[in-house]
C-alpha cells in the first residue's frame, strides 16, 4: 500500500518543481529580454518629446543648446570610454544575475 502513495507523492514533488522552473524561467525572461526594451523605449519616447518640446519653444533661427550640450557629452563618453565601460558593467550584472539563479551555485 505504501507504494501507491510514495508514487503519488513522487509524482506531486515532481509537477511542482517543474511549475517552480517554468515560473522561474518566465521571471528570468521577463527580466533579461522584455523589461530593458520596455525601458529603452519608454526612455527613448521620453528624450524625444522633450527634445520636441524644446525645439517648439525655441525662437525660430537659433542654435539648440540642448543638441550641442548633448554633442559635446556624447563626444567626452565617447573619448573617455564611459560607454564600454558601462557596457560592461552591465554585461557582468546580469550574467551574475543569471549565476546566482542556478541552483547550487556558489555564486551569490
Same mark, same amino acid.
Given at each position: 500500500?505504501?507504494v501507491?502513495? +510514495?508514487?503519488?507523492?513522487?509524482?506531486? +514533488?515532481?509537477?511542482l518543481? @517543474?511549475?517552480?522552473a517554468?515560473?522561474?524561467?518566465?521571471?528570468? &525572461?521577463? *527580466?533579461?529580454v522584455? @523589461?530593458? &526594451?520596455?525601458? %529603452?523605449?519608454?526612455?527613448?519616447?521620453?528624450?524625444e518629446n522633450?527634445i520636441d +518640446?524644446? %525645439?517648439?519653444?525655441l525662437?525660430?533661427? /537659433?542654435? /539648440?543648446?540642448?543638441?550641442?550640450? /548633448?554633442? #559635446?557629452?556624447?563626444?567626452?563618453g /565617447?573619448?573617455?570610454?564611459i *560607454?564600454d565601460?558601462?557596457? *560592461?558593467?552591465m554585461a557582468?550584472i &546580469?550574467a551574475?544575475l543569471? +549565476?546566482?539563479? *542556478?541552483?547550487?551555485?556558489? #555564486?551569490?
Open positions: 500500500m505504501p501507491p502513495v +510514495l508514487g503519488l507523492v513522487v509524482g506531486l +514533488l515532481g509537477k518543481l @517543474l511549475a517552480i517554468a515560473f522561474r524561467l518566465f521571471f528570468i &525572461t521577463l *527580466i533579461v522584455v @523589461l530593458p &526594451t520596455v525601458l %529603452n523605449n519608454f526612455v527613448y519616447g521620453l528624450i522633450s +518640446l524644446i %525645439n517648439a519653444n525662437p525660430a533661427g /537659433s542654435d /539648440s543648446l540642448v543638441f550641442q550640450l /548633448s554633442g #559635446i557629452g556624447a563626444y567626452l /565617447s573619448q573617455l570610454g *560607454i565601460c558601462f557596457n *560592461i558593467v557582468f &546580469t551574475k543569471a +549565476l546566482s539563479m *542556478i541552483p547550487f551555485s556558489p #555564486i551569490k
